[in-house]
């Protein structure tokens, strides 16, 4: 049985996407919980235990990924790590994202091992500013 690395909701409009992210990182000993977009991931966040990592599409119908950040980290608060993936991945919006609050933004189709050592270093992250509390 693989130990629990953390705990990541995956944000993302297409369905076989979410589903393929999340197989991958329960493979790599992740928990995952999905959201189909912005208002179904702010009443997770609402509802149910906080992430530590939420993998967020930035470009989805409705409420994207740019407005939910702004609802999250307003109403919520800066309690979760946040990693975007796009298929636009310019240096405007990647200055945006992380202006949001975003560790990164990454492209999609996602290069694994990249999202794997992302994913470490925002857990790392989390861990130590708990330690400094």
Partial sequence: MLT??????VVDDDADVRELICA?????????ATAANGMEAVRALREHATPDVILL???MPGMDGLEFLRL?????????GVIGMSGDTGPRLK????RYGALTLIEKPLDFAALFR???IQ?????????LR
């Fill in 4 to 9: 629990n690395l953390g705990h990541v909701l």
């Fill in 24 to 32: 991958r990182l329960q493979a790599e000993g992740y928990s995952a």
């Fill in 57 to 59: 599409d930035i470009n």
């Fill in 72 to 80: 999250a980290r307003e109403h919520i608060g800066p309690s979760f």
């Fill in 95 to 98: 200055d945006q994202v992380q």
């Fill in 118 to 120: 992302l994913l470490r």
């Fill in 123 to 131: 857990m790392d992250y989390r861990k130590t500013r708990s330690h």
